[in-house]
């Protein structure tokens, strides 16, 4: 068990449409980040929270949105679907990054 | 912008065999990290090297850290079959803030 879980595990959408990821971090994990992996790549990092607060962004558009609540869950909104959007999203949490980041087991995205 | 390379991509080996994979990143970093993840799932975290020369041992895999040439390495010792998957090298670039990984190294071990 990773103490990170993620919901839902798999979501088909249709293109246009808007869609919200959860994350329910670990206890204590004060940063959470979310990243995109497509198909045969590295994740690509899409936005971090530290303390409730968006505290670094990747190349992502604004369409790309997210928040973190007191109770250590996050979640990642994306709105105005896109065929590209398809992937496999996963949370990262951490305590402190001398002791790396652990990964949620993912939702993967479907839109069509 | 920091760019993480890793080589090779695509590698298949004989069981017992011994290997390198090879990660080089393009900025000054002190945190590596070294994931592994199996089809279909999640990213297990199998090293973090937060120093030059760091070595760190779990098993049959080996990680180290060179940060002046920018170069990490994951030695594989006597390959089983339970190491096939992809393993992907990540570099934190201002100790904290975002992961940047390579493409990954899909390892694949027969017998």
């Known amino acids: 068990e990773t103490g990170v879980t993620q919901s839902p595990t798999h979501l088909i959408k249709t293109r246009g449409q808007q869609v919200t990821l959860r994350c329910s971090s670990q206890?204590?994990?004060?940063?959470v980040s979310w990243y995109q992996q497509a198909l045969g790549q590295g994740p690509q990092f899409i936005f971090q929270?530290?303390?409730?607060?968006?505290?670094g962004r990747g190349n992502f558009p604004p369409r790309f949105s997210g928040l973190q609540f007191p109770n250590y869950s996050s979640e990642l909104n994306v709105n105005a679907l896109e065929l590209d959007d398809s992937a496999l999203y996963l949370c990262?949490?951490?305590?402190?990054?001398?002791?790396?980041?652990?990964f949620g087991s993912g939702t993967r995205l479907t839109v069509v | 912008e920091l760019k993480v390379e890793q080589n090779p991509l695509f590698l298949s080996m004989q069981e017992g065999k011994n290997y390198t994979i090879y990660c080089n990143y393009s900025?000054?970093?002190?945190?590596l990290y070294w994931y592994r993840q199996d089809p279909g799932k999640s990213l297990e975290s199998l090293f973090v090297?937060?120093?030059?020369?760091a070595v760190k041992q779990e098993g049959r895999l080996m990680a180290s850290l060179d940060t002046k040439a920018r170069l990490s390495t994951l030695h594989i010792t006597a390959a089983v079959h339970d190491l096939s998957a992809t393993y992907f090298c990540?570099?934190?670039?201002?100790?904290?803030?975002?992961?940047?990984f390579g493409k990954g190294t899909s390892l694949l071990v027969t017998p």
């Open positions: 990262a949490s951490s305590l402190d990054t001398f002791y790396g980041y652990t």
């Open positions: 206890s204590g994990h004060n940063t």
């Open positions: 929270y530290y303390r409730e607060e968006e505290n």
């Open positions: 900025t000054t970093s002190d945190r």
């Open positions: 090297l937060l120093s030059n020369g």
């Open positions: 990540a570099v934190d670039r201002d100790s904290g803030y975002a992961l940047n």
